[in-house]
Every structure is written in structure tokens, then in C-alpha cells.
């Protein structure tokens, strides 16, 4: 497009849908001692488990989104590059809790004759317990590369890197018909990075051939964090090659 400029876009969309069985429904009621359905002479405990209304289930839904961009191109001698992304995750469990005994587990409790423990109990559902997350990223960043001025021994070369991104996560639950409080947190970053590549010394171009190929290199970067600051990186170093086959790379951050 426009050119000597190609684009190149990409996008994925992917859904999954997981259901789990969790085992029957189980039941634990304290039977006080007094009850007419208990013998003995303490309290104790019956622990049931309710086939007629099937296994518990788990569904979890996750969606995923992706958008990708790339551009490329020429300037003279100079090459550039801008690569965007957005991206986007939903997740929604589903969980069923089981069986609400309270109010059969107060009859119990207060000593009802008609409240028989080892009888088809008709009892209703706990609420289900929910739990849903959201996460959202995108970034942009662009890289010029090129040389910036000619030296005896070859060219400068420089590459320059300008980029930006933004993330976020929210989270919210409810657990026994309670909700939990809610999650979220965020974070945008904008970045910059400059390197330079200064050849001083170059057998092809019989400039001090007799020490063979040497360049130095520098570069400076920044990442600024929202809530956080600024982060900065600096370095510098060296590539020389006495001989074809011997290389030594020296470099500081």
C-alpha cells in the first residue's frame, strides 16, 4: 500500500466453553440428641448425598480477541516500522454450590417430628457461585533506522524506537450470593530508545587495517510507568574483530 509501504493485519477471535462435573450434592446435618430419628445419646452428624437432582457442573466461558497491524517501509536509506496490537480476555466461571439445608437444619435443631433426616428432602439451590475477570491490553511502537553521518571507516548508524502501551484487569465474585469486592488495576507505559553505531576502524575500507574492524556503540532508553516514574538505561560498549575469525563483544548497561 501507498507504494513502498507494506501493511499486514492479522485477527483472532477464540471462544472456549469447559463443563465439569463436580460430584453429587452432599449434605452434613448436626441431628441433636433428644431427636426422634437419633438413638444415641450424643449429637451427631448425618452426611447425605442427593443423586435425583445429578452431579454439580462448572462452566467456564473465555473468549479471546486479537487485532495486529504492521507497516514497513522505505525512506532513501532509512528503514521504519510502526506495529500496533490490542488484545482483549474475558473469563466467566460458573460454579453450582449445592443444596440450602439451613431452614431444614433449624427443624432439626428445634426438635420437629416431621423433619426426618433419612427421608426425600425437597430443599432448594445455594446460589451459584460467580466469578468474571477482564483483562485488555494494546501497544503501539515505531523503529526508524538508518545512518546519520558518514565516517572515515563507514557509515553511523542509528535506530530509533518510540513506543507506547496500556494494560488493565478488573475482577469481580460472588460467593454464597455475597459479593466480593471488586479487583482492578491498570498500568500505561510510554518508552523511547536511541542506539548509535560508530565504526572506527575498518579493513575494507583501509582505515587503521592493521587493529582490523572496531566500532563502538551507545544507547540510552526511558520507560515512564504511570504510578510509578521514570526508569532509565544507559549503555555503551565495543565490537572488534582483530581477525576474521575472532570476535570480542564488550558492552556496560
Not at 96 to 114: E, M, N, P, V
Amino acid at each position: 500500500i501507498f507504494g513502498n509501504v507494506a501493511a499486514s493485519l492479522n485477527a483472532t477471535v477464540d471462544h472456549t466453553r469447559t463443563v465439569a462435573d463436580r460430584g453429587l450434592a452432599t449434605l452434613s446435618l448436626q441431628l441433636p440428641v433428644g431427636s426422634p430419628f437419633s438413638p444415641f445419646a450424643q449429637p451427631v452428624t448425618v452426611s447425605r448425598a442427593f443423586d435425583d437432582i445429578g452431579p454439580l457442573t462448572q462452566v467456564v466461558d473465555t473468549t479471546n480477541l486479537h487485532l495486529g497491524s504492521t507497516l514497513n517501509g522505505d525512506k532513501g536509506r532509512w528503514r521504519w516500522s510502526v506495529t500496533g496490537s490490542v488484545d482483549r480476555a474475558d473469563s466467566d466461571t460458573v460454579t453450582q454450590a449445592g443444596l440450602d439445608a439451613a431452614a431444614f437444619q433449624a427443624r432439626l435443631l428445634a426438635g420437629d417430628a416431621t423433619a426426618n433426616p433419612f427421608a426425600p428432602l425437597s430443599l432448594g439451590r445455594l446460589p451459584d457461585n460467580v466469578g468474571r475477570s477482564r483483562s485488555a491490553t494494546a501497544g503501539l511502537d515505531a523503529l526508524a533506522s538508518g545512518p546519520v553521518f558518514a565516517l572515515p571507516a563507514g557509515d553511523a548508524n542509528t535506530s530509533i524506537r518510540i513506543g507506547a502501551s496500556t494494560s488493565d484487569f478488573s475482577s469481580r465474585s460472588t460467593r454464597g450470593g455475597v459479593a466480593s469486592a471488586p479487583g482492578d488495576v491498570a498500568r500505561d507505559i510510554g518508552n523511547m530508545q536511541i542506539n548509535l553505531d560508530l565504526p572506527v576502524a575498518s579493513r575494507g575500507a583501509d582505515v587503521l587495517a592493521g587493529i582490523g574492524n572496531l566500532s563502538l556503540n551507545a544507547n540510552l532508553a526511558a520507560d515512564h510507568l504511570s504510578d510509578f516514574g521514570t526508569l532509565w538505561t544507559i549503555g555503551y560498549g565495543l565490537n572488534w574483530s582483530p581477525v576474521d575469525a575472532v570476535r570480542v563483544i564488550a558492552s556496560v548497561t
